[in-house]
């Protein structure tokens, strides 16, 4: 809550002032090696009636200062900060100033295609579309993956998207809180009447905040149609150490306070089912807290115990004991794991866990 934000490109240019067909809202924290590649994306689209609101959280490096100078470049950048108060709220500044007929979303670490825009823009014009779904290659130090989001999880409930380009929501009723694309706000294309229409937001936890909208999205939807092109290209980091724990964590009962109310209103005979899928965030994040920081884990069970309620709670300890890593696993552990379509190394040191990337043999398609 709270803060100060400062406008920094107070005329908006003219282009303002004609039909803007696309707004990409794009939230910036501490990505000065990163930004350039994806500045350059947005510069080069062939669709040319956008506008890319550029809202720096905070950054303490020099990620302004380039945002600043691609302002000076083209006018369509519009520059916002804020104090550091997390992407969704950044996102939803976005999406109070957005003027487009359409919204897309981007991260700082990666970039789109130079015709991402254009095909999007054509295909929701096509279809009077509320959303349109596309695919994303996922892209990392050694290698690259092409991801399709059919190929993925729709594949679990027999739909075939390359067969029918589109689906209607209620065919995913049942993987409302289960399908991970939930938490994937940049792969889709959405009209703006829509979202404004639903009041469509993000939540205002550091940690989980695509969840709430792209559950409002989903579930708003009537129909949400399927471009089948890889338009962008997310960017994994690797070799680095990963899963910090950090008091921001914490935030994540904001989001399932979030999530919780909208749950409770429009999907009333899924709460317990709803409290039982969050369990596995909350002990994912409560895994991240180093095994010596004991202040830190019993603020974390309070908070649970507060929002589980007491006999969820139970539930939940019942849960954790299940999956709890034995002490020297917690003090030092090995695994290889396979996530986002790429294979790592992952070495648990007190606490802290490293990836190391591993190149596989060849692209999947």
Not at 15 to 21: C, E, L
Not at 50 to 64: A, H, M, N, R, Y
Not at 179 to 206: C, D, G, P, Q
Not at 335 to 342: A, F, N, Q, T, V
Request: net charge positive; hydrophobic share 35%.
């Amino acid at each position: 809550g709270g803060g100060r934000s400062e406008l920094l490109d107070k005329s908006f240019s003219n282009a303002r002032d004609i039909m803007i067909k696309a707004s990409i809202i794009l939230p910036v924290y501490n990505v000065e090696k990163y930004l350039p590649r994806c500045l350059d994306s947005l510069l080069n689209q062939t669709l040319n009636e956008l506008e890319f609101i550029c809202i720096d959280d905070g950054s303490t490096d020099k990620s302004l200062d380039i945002l600043r100078r691609y302002a000076r470049k083209d006018s369509r950048f519009i520059i916002v900060t804020q104090e550091n108060q997390g992407s969704g709220v950044a996102r939803n500044k976005g999406l109070q100033l957005a003027k487009g007929k359409y919204i897309a979303f981007l991260d700082p670490d990666d970039w789109i295609e130079t015709n991402a825009m254009e095909c999007l823009f054509n295909k929701a014009e096509e279809e009077n579309a509320e959303v349109v779904l596309f695919n994303y290659n996922i892209v990392s130090q050694y290698n690259k993956v092409y991801a399709s989001y059919a190929d993925d999880f729709l594949c679990k409930t027999g739909l075939d998207l390359k067969k029918v380009p589109y689906f209607y929501t209620k065919d995913l009723e049942n993987e409302y809180f289960f399908v991970r694309a939930l938490s994937m706000v940049w792969e889709k294309f959405y009209s703006r009447k829509f979202i404004e229409k639903h009041n469509i937001h993000f939540s205002t936890s550091y940690v989980g905040e695509d969840n709430l909208f792209c559950l409002m999205a989903y579930y708003f939807a009537d129909k949400i149609h399927y471009l089948n092109k890889h338009l962008y290209n997310y960017y994994q980091r690797s070799n680095s150490v990963v899963h910090k724990y950090s008091a921001k964590s914490l935030t994540l009962f904001t989001l399932f306070y979030d999530l919780q109310k909208f749950v409770f209103k429009y999907l009333p005979e899924r709460r317990e089912e709803f409290i039982n899928c969050l369990f596995s965030g909350a002990f994912a994040s409560y895994s991240l807290i180093p095994f010596y920081n004991f202040a830190a884990k019993r603020n974390f069970k309070r908070n649970a115990k507060e929002f589980f309620g007491e006999e969820y709670y139970l539930k939940y300890l019942s849960y954790m004991k299940a999956r709890k890593k034995s002490f020297k696993e917690r003090l030092l552990s090995f695994s290889k794991e396979y996530e986002h379509g790429l294979k790592y190394n992952k070495i648990n040191i007190l606490g802290f866990v490293i990836k190391i990337e591993r190149p596989i043999r060849k692209n999947v398609k």
